[in-house]
Structure formats: structure tokens, C-alpha cells
């Protein structure tokens, strides 16, 4: 069979998601042809330019506002606005027959099976066999969709559903139809996975599919006991967020910025289509609901829902919550449970499940009635909408963000713990829960040899997951694969002589402990081992130095100590470039400050596509001190052409690190300058990320690695760039742009970038940048403005302007 490539996709409908699918299909290098429908009016512009309705602007006005609409909202759609050149705009009347060119048509039409059908005829007049057809449908049975198309048609049809932002959230549910061929399942699961970075989750034509199903009973069943326990919506946001490994905006905010009637809507789909369901009750909508519907308090998209922003008298404003017994706003009360206070000191979630359904208080009766109602329900959905219970986990982790899903939540309080609770409520679990536990299985997944294995059903036995061997999981191979530990890192042997080292601090900050680590890495790869992968899988890769401890010598004046640390940093960074064995960084989520540096200092990055990348130093009233503004001052000088522009490439790179500008995508930080093209790679599904950089650094092994050579000949340009800098920070501080200490940080960038006030351009070593670049760092420690706005950031956790 031919192998099967999608190098142009049509997406038929331009709304919110079809535009948001466009944006992340161009984000990946397909060319798009994004078409909608043909105005039926003209409106007050076109009118008043003599417009017609046969003009080309105003046939495709309906598509080209809802593209750049998508491509203004924020967080943005795209990685990086000079890719939505690769999207193409049209209409459905002039430029439908274009869809003979494409691999893969996606309809994301109005949820309405007659309109979506009318598509579906026009589409096949123009499509030619073999081309996928799907659909992003919600709640629609895909097998009324393909009624009446031919068997080619019918073959290559399915579900195809992706999850609102569609860049940001990872579930992908492919949903087969009566016909739908399993190679094109087998193709787009991997599709899925592979070039769009999601969680594939092949699902059964059941309403709602997985995500929503077991999302929107999830949340259903919180708006029933919020009644029942009497609890404020800040007390179920406090209990239903991060504390459980859910999203910040927890439950009722998100639902805000969902859209209530986004949530009804699904919520009466399944009350009218799942007549079976046993609890059907829970899908009725309670009076609250209804009164907030009528009112059109829908959310953030009509200004109000179950959370209200208002404006104050002084400017300022507030958000007030809305009552739920009495329906009216109210000031925000801060909600505190004693069960939370004793999961404070427990850093992973997975360890917090025990404590929580323990609780003594309204909290701990709240996990109990929530979870035995949750767990109870996942394990009668199968095999109703899936034979396997870890696509139940996969879909809730990828489309609503859960850090665990229910049966691994289960498993963390004990199946049989979970059936306990489950009693307590009158609530009993699926027969072949009891059936798993009697033939000798005490968990739902085990993990053995590095693989994650689930208890399947049918077979009553664990079976390994497949599409693992595209993975390194790290909480996996963790204990196994240990090489070295301390406080900071674990050191794991990844297989075929590379190591990694991952980052155990918290939000994997950089302490001395980490260096340690880092160091320990590098001996143990240069003696024994190939190569070394800095990574981790947590959710940041790293937010930056640990500026606790650089506040504390500052504050008590330890300036030698501070030298030797700073020193220290600098060695360490210093020794990812220059060691004799390859070093690859993977970076992914937040990778700030330090973290940066480090991977400023690797031979290569491995950045997941999600990767938000900035020296932000700045923010702490300090220049990065880890090597940072030396290597963007050496940088710069690999670039500098003959004459003036210099100067101006030199100013860019200063700007990147003086604005503490942080990339929004991986792709954005090729444009600052702090990923290098043609060197640095980018990966799309995180998922695969410690695997890809693992064959980065068994690839450059292989081909005899050698040790580089230190630099002795960064260009530098002297006064004459520093004069340009300090007439520039100059007239900022004057017309009020900074402030008067944003000024002299500036100015020390300068001098560092500048490589001092030599009398012409020079030719000078790292080393001389280091050493000028940590003086200035350190002088800098000691002004009191930069010790204020340490401790603002350490104690409100933002930048203090002063």
C-alpha cells in the first residue's frame, strides 16, 4: 500500500475551531485551504464603499474575519504569524472544486446533521477516491453523516475531534463510521500522535464520545453536590483545581470561559441520546442552570456567568461570584479547608488523592461523594464507549487537562479503598472491577521493564498499552534506571549509552544542588556513557536560578560567596559546551532565566513546539549571569556583517534580553535568536520529546563527537556600541519609558554586550565576557532597588517596577 502523506488539508467551516484547526495544521508545515460560506448581505462598509455582493472581498468576508480574528485572539492559534501564509482563504460557491487537490477534507460546520449533510453532498461532486473526509463533530453520530454517500466516500469517512484551543489541548478522539476503513484509523491515530503532537484516542459512535462524556458528567455532578453540601463556587474552584491536578480555572471558571450554553448543549445531547445511562438523573439540568440560561449569563463571551468582573469607583476592578442560592453577585470570600492544609507539604498531586478522601471536613466529603460517583461511572462506560480504561484516562488527561485520570486517580487511593467509598454512597462498581481483583489484579496499570501496562477486560489480565515504544516515560524507568541522586536531579541511564539528567526541584529551579547534579552528569557521561539529555517531564522544564538563595548572600552581604556561586553557575554552563561528549537540551513549558542559559549552552535543543523561552532576568533587577549575556553578545558577533549593520544586529540581541522577552512558541524563539535554525530542533508532541533528543545524542555520537574548542575570537565592538546604547537608554529613562534602575541594568547589559569601553572592535575570549558579565551581575546585588525586587518576586511572584 502507498504510504499516505497530507501535504494540503481543506477545512470546511471558519469558525473558532475551524479556524483554530486551520492555524495548528500551518503550525506544522501543511498548506491550508480554509473556506466558508458566502455572504447573503452586504454590510454597512461594503455598502458605503459601492461594493457588490459579487466582489471577491465581500464573497470571502465571512472567512478572512474569521481568520484574523482567530489570529489576533490570545494565546495566539499559531506558533509564529509568518506561518498563516500557508493558510489559504475561499468561499464555498467559487472555489470548492479546489478540494480536488487536497489529502484531507475536515468539515467543522454548525452542529446540525442536515446542514453537515448538504456539505457532505457538495464536497463529493469535487473529491477524488481516496482522499480522508472527516468530521470535527462534538455530539452528531458520525454514522448519520455518511448516509447516502458512495462506498469510497463511506471508507474514508469519520469523527475527527478536536478539542477548543485547538493548539493548546492534546486530545484528538477519532470516531470510526459503519464503513470507515481501519487503515484510514490506523493512519490518522498515528497522524495524530506523530505530526499534530496529540493524544490519539480512537472512540466509540457513542453521544459526546469519551472527553465530554466523562467531562460533562464530571462537572454535572459537581453542580448537583455543590447543592448538596451547601458550598460557595469558590469553595468547589479551591477543591476542583490544582490541588487535584485540574487546570487553575478548576470548575465553574472554566466553565465561564467555556460558554455555559457550550456545556448545555452537550449536556442535553447526552440526557436526550443515552436513554440507558444510569445516571441519567445527573444530566438533568438544576434550577440554577436554567435561571443563569435565561438570564444569558453564559460566561466570559456575555461579560458574566458564574463569575462577574465589575469596575470600582477608584478605577480599579473586582471580581464578584455569583450566589447560588440567592442568584445575585457578591464580593469573592476566600475559601479554606483543613483537609487542604495537611496536602501542603505533599509536592506530588498522586500522593494527595489518600489524604483528601481521609478528610474530616466538608472537603473530604466532597472528594468522597465525587469521586465514588466518578469511579462508579467510568466503570460502567465500558465497553460501552470504550473497550479500554486507559483511553478513558488518556482522553480526560488530554482534552480537560487533568494531570491523573479516574482510574489512575483510583489506583492512587486503592481499588479497593475506592469501592469502599463508592458503598458509602449507595454506589457499587462495574461486575468486572470484582472480576479484576479476584483473578489477582490489585491495581488498574502496572508498570514493568520501563512499560506502562492496563488490566484489560476481556483477557483479565495487564496487557502493555501500545505506541509506547515511541516514548521514554520517565516516571517509569526512574527507579530502575537510577545512576546518581541527590537533592536536585536524579540521573537515569535512557538505554544505548546516553544519560539524563532531570530536574527534582521546585518548578526545577537551579540551585547548587542542581548544578551538582549537572556536573555529576557530565563526569559520569564523559567516563562511561555517550552522550547527555538534560530533560524532565514535569511541567515546566525550568523556571531559572533559584533566586532565594542569590537574595540571601546579597542581603547579607556574602559577595564572595555570591561571586563563587555565580562562578559556579557559569563553570557549569561552560561545561555543557565544551565536554567531550554531546549535550542536548529539551526544554518545553517554561524555560526562563537559567534555564534558558542552559540551553543557550547545549550543543543542541530538542525544544517541545510549546516552549516558552526568555532571559527574563531583568524582571529581578539583575543581567543573566549564567553566561547569558555573554552568549548573546557571541551570538551576535557570529553574525556581524562588514560596516554599520553591526551595530544593529548587536541592538537585537541586546533588546531580546533588555525587554525580557520570552517566546510564546518554540518557532518564536528562532526569531530572538535564542534557538539557532539549522542546529536546534523543535517537536511537536512532548510526549516524544526525551526520545527524540536521546537519538539527537546517540546520532552525534555516533558520528565521532569531538571535544569543540574554546573561543578566543568574539568580536566585540567597544565604545562605540556602548555610546550607542547608553544615548538610547538615555532618552527611555528621560520620556519616563524606564525607570531610573532599569536604566543603570541596561547600562550594565551594555557594557557586558559592548565587551567593556575598548577604544575599537576587538577580538576577545568567552572568558573575558564571563568575567565582566559576573562582575556586573554581582555590583548589581548590591543596590537595594534590585534586592526590593527579588523579594517582590519571591513574595507576590511578579516583577516590581521601582
Request: hydrophobic fraction near 40%.
Amino acid at each position: 500500500m502507498s504510504k499516505r502523506r497530507i501535504k494540503k488539508i481543506a477545512i470546511i467551516g471558519s469558525g473558532i475551531m475551524g479556524s483554530g484547526i486551520a492555524c495548528h495544521f500551518a503550525n506544522i508545515g501543511v498548506d491550508v485551504l480554509l473556506l466558508d460560506i458566502v455572504p447573503r448581505e452586504l454590510n454597512d462598509k461594503e455598502k458605503a464603499k459601492g461594493l457588490t455582493l459579487e466582489d471577491k472581498v465581500v464573497r470571502n468576508r465571512i472567512v478572512n474575519d474569521a481568520l484574523a480574528a482567530s489570529l489576533k485572539s490570545k494565546p495566539s492559534p499559531i506558533y509564529s504569524q509568518s506561518f498563516a501564509s500557508r493558510i489559504t482563504t475561499g468561499n464555498l460557491e467559487d472555489d470548492i472544486a479546489k478540494v480536488a487537490d487536497v489529502d484531507w477534507i475536515m468539515e467543522v460546520v454548525v452542529e446540525r446533521l442536515d446542514i453537515k449533510q448538504q456539505v457532505f453532498e457538495k464536497l463529493e461532486k469535487h473529491r477524488k477516491p481516496g482522499t480522508l473526509i472527516t468530521s470535527n463533530t462534538s455530539g452528531i453520530p458520525i454514522k448519520f453523516m455518511s448516509e447516502g454517500r458512495s462506498e469510497d466516500f463511506q471508507k474514508h469517512f469519520c469523527g475527527t475531534h478536536f478539542f477548543n484551543p485547538a493548539r493548546y489541548l492534546k486530545l484528538f478522539e477519532i470516531i470510526p463510521g459503519p464503513k470507515t476503513d481501519q487503515a484510514v484509523l490506523d493512519f490518522l491515530n498515528e497522524y495524530g500522535e506523530k505530526f499534530l503532537g496529540k493524544t490519539s484516542v480512537i472512540a466509540k459512535d457513542t453521544p459526546a464520545f469519551i472527553g465530554n462524556r466523562i467531562g460533562i458528567f464530571s462537572i454535572q455532578s459537581l453542580f448537583h453536590t455543590v447543592k448538596d453540601l451547601d458550598l460557595t463556587i469558590e469553595e468547589v474552584d479551591k477543591l476542583s483545581g490544582p490541588v487535584i491536578g485540574r487546570p487553575k480555572s478548576a470548575t465553574f471558571r472554566t466553565v465561564d470561559v467555556v460558554g455555559l450554553d457550550t456545556l448545555v448543549h452537550v449536556a442535553n445531547g447526552i440526557r436526550e441520546n443515552c436513554p440507558k445511562d444510569e445516571r441519567l438523573e445527573l444530566f438533568e439540568l438544576p434550577d440554577f442552570i436554567n435561571k443563569m440560561m435565561e438570564n444569558k449569563w453564559l460566561g466570559s463571551k456575555t461579560g458574566q456567568g458564574f463569575y462577574k468582573k465589575v469596575k470600582k469607583e477608584d478605577g480599579s476592578s473586582e471580581i464578584l461570584s455569583l450566589d447560588l442560592n440567592t442568584l445575585e453577585y457578591r464580593a469573592s470570600k476566600r475559601a479554606k479547608f483543613a483537609t487542604l492544609e495537611l496536602t501542603k507539604t505533599v509536592d506530588k498531586v498522586v500522593d494527595r488523592f489518600k489524604i483528601l478522601v481521609k478528610g474530616k471536613d466538608k472537603a473530604g466529603e466532597f472528594y468522597r461523594k465525587s469521586f465514588a460517583a466518578l469511579f462508579a461511572y467510568v466503570s460502567n462506560r465500558i465497553p460501552e464507549i470504550t473497550d479500554d480504561l486507559y483511553k478513558i484516562d488518556d482522553a480526560m488527561k488530554a482534552g480537560f487537562g487533568w494531570e491523573h485520570g479516574p482510574f489512575q486517580i483510583w489506583d492512587a487511593i486503592g481499588v479497593e479503598k475506592g469501592i469502599e467509598i463508592m458503598k458509602a454512597e449507595g454506589l457499587e462498581p462495574n461486575a468486572w472491577v470484582n472480576d479484576m481483583l479476584a483473578s489477582g489484579s490489585t491495581s488498574f496499570y502496572t508498570v514493568k521493564e520501563g512499560a506502562t501496562y492496563a488490566y484489560d477486560i476481556p483477557k483479565k489480565s495487564q496487557e502493555k498499552i501500545p505506541g509506547q515504544d515511541a516514548f521514554i516515560i520517565l516516571d517509569n524507568i526512574r527507579k530502575t534506571n537510577e545512576v546518581f541522586k541527590n537533592s536536585g536531579v536524579v540521573i537515569e541511564d535512557l538505554g544505548d549509552g546516553i544519560l539524563n539528567c532531570e530536574f527534582q526541584s521546585k518548578m526545577n529551579t537551579i540551585g547548587g544542588d542542581v548544578l551538582a547534579g549537572l556536573n555529576k552528569a557530565i563526569d559520569l557521561a564523559e567516563k562511561d556513557f555517550a552522550g547527555l539529555v538534560v530533560g524532565n517531564q514535569a511541567a515546566n522544564f525550568s523556571v531559572g536560578a533559584n533566586i532565594g538563595m542569590i537574595f540571601m548572600m546579597a542581603a547579607e552581604q556574602e559577595y564572595d560567596e555570591l561571586n563563587m556561586a555565580i562562578k559556579y553557575f557559569q563553570d557549569t554552563m561552560m561545561r555543557m559546551r565544551y565536554s567531550s561528549i554531546p549535550t542536548i537540551s529539551a526544554p518545553h513549558g517554561m524555560a526562563l532565566g537559567g534555564g534558558c542559559e542552559l540551553s543557550l549552552h547545549a550543543d543542541k535543543v530538542v525544544a517541545a513546539a510549546e516552549t516558552y523561552m526568555g532571559l527574563v532576568e531583568f524582571g529581578v533587577g539583575v543581567i543573566p549571569g549564567g553566561g547569558g549575556s555573554k552568549e548573546m553578545a557571541l551570538r551576535a558577533s557570529d553574525i556581524f556583517h562588514k560596516g554599520d549593520v553591526q551595530l544593529n544586529v548587536l541592538q537585537e540581541y541586546f533588546l531580546t534580553i533588555g525587554m525580557a522577552k520570552v517566546s510564546t512558541s518554540a518557532y518564536e524563539a528562532f526569531d530572538l535568536g535564542l534557538l539557532q535554525k539549522g542546529k536546534d530542533v523543535v517537536v511537536v508532541n512532548k510526549d516524544r520529546q526525551i526520545a527524540v533528543a536521546k537519538q539527537h545524542a546517540k546520532l552525534m555520537a555516533d558520528a565521532g563527537y569531538t571535544q569543540p574548542v574554546k573561543r578566543n575570537d568574539v568580536l566585540v565592538l567597544g565604545k562605540q556600541a556602548l555610546g550607542m546604547f547608553m544615548v538610547g537608554t538615555d532618552s527611555m529613562e528621560d520620556s519616563n519609558y524606564i525607570s531610573e534602575h532599569d536604566m543603570k541594568i541596561a547600562n550594565k547589559l551594555a557594557y557586558v554586550m559592548a565587551g567593556g569601553d575598548l577604544s575599537e572592535p576587538t577580538l576577545v575570549t568567552e572568558q573575558y565576557l564571563l568575567d565582566i558579565e559576573r562582575e556586573a551581575f554581582l555590583s548589581l546585588c548590591t543596590e537595594r532597588k534590585t534586592l526590593e525586587r527579588i523579594q517582590h518576586m519571591l513574595t507576590k511572584g511578579k516583577p516590581l517596577r521601582n
